[in-house]
T-cell receptor
Framework: AQKVTQAQTEISVVEKEDVTLDCVYETRDTTYYLFWYKQPPSGELVFLIRRNSFDEQNEISGRYSWNFQKSTSSFNFTITASQVVDSAVYFCALSEANSGGSNYKLTFGKGTLLTVNP | EPEVTQTPSHQVTQMGQEVILRCVPISNHLYFYWYRQILGQKVEFLVSFYNNEISEKSEIFDDQFSVERPDGSNFTLKIRSTKLEDSAMYFC??????????FGSGTRLTVV
């Protein structure tokens, strides 16, 4: 069964600090996808990134970067020079095919509440 | 950019009443999902729908729940007799390939 662990329940930083959100996953599949979503106080789920299991290249998008390491089953997310607008709950999620291969449901971690203080 | 539309954004209902949550997925998408998030908790998978039938459902998705795609554009989640513990945010999602998802903005259901 697939599982996603976000050990950090809450993180509080001061603006301009760098912050890393941890994500560890478990899966038996060799083909799977990893995601990060942001949930601001308004409640919607904002897609940040998708990474497939065959692509271990790290990715940078502006102040955001992701470190995917299959050897440790981790997919960590770093925000550089954090801003108050980054305050939100961040979810890591994993999808793998069901046995019939017709469905890739998402399994979410419990989320990390990031608070960036001015 | 195409969107998944959910209505209503907020619904209040009395315990024991039936509710229908509505979703309009992206038109060329083939996979449809409902997820639930109880306040302050993680997002949980409820059900997936592909080729006009349920492809997978979770333990949460018991006989009180049903899904339909009645007219080729809407995708609905019905809760037959709501309980207090059904209070949550319900997210609809759709996918063209089953591996990349677009979420709606959610329906907050409050059962009183």
């Amino acid at each position: 069964a697939q599982k996603v662990t976000q050990a950090q329940t809450e993180i509080s930083v001061v603006e301009k600090e760098d912050v890393t959100l941890d994500c560890v996953y478990e899966t038996r599949d060799t083909t799977y996808y990893l995601f990060w979503y942001k949930q601001p106080p308004s409640g919607e789920l904002v897609f940040l990134i998708r990474r497939n299991s065959f692509d271990e290249q790290n990715e940078i998008s502006g102040r955001y970067s992701w470190n995917f390491q299959k050897s440790t089953s981790s997919f960590n997310f770093t925000i550089t020079a954090s801003q108050v607008v980054d305050s939100a709950v961040y979810f890591c999620a994993l999808s793998e095919a069901n046995s019939g291969g017709s469905n890739y449901k998402l399994t979410f971690g419990k989320g990390t509440l990031l608070t960036v203080n001015p | 950019e195409p969107e998944v539309t959910q209505t209503p954004s907020h619904q209040v209902t009395q315990m024991g009443q039936e509710v229908i949550l509505r979703c309009v997925p992206i038109s060329n998408h083939l996979y449809f999902y409902w997820y639930r998030q109880i306040l302050g908790q993680k997002v949980e998978f409820l059900v997936s729908f592909y080729n006009n039938e349920i492809s997978e459902k979770s333990e949460i998705f018991d006989d009180q729940f049903s899904v339909e795609r009645p007219d080729g554009s809407n995708f609905t989640l019905k809760i037959r007799s709501t309980k207090l513990e059904d209070s949550a945010m319900y997210f609809c999602a759709s996918s063209e390939t089953g591996t990349r998802y677009t979420f709606g903005s959610g329906t907050r259901l409050t059962v009183v």
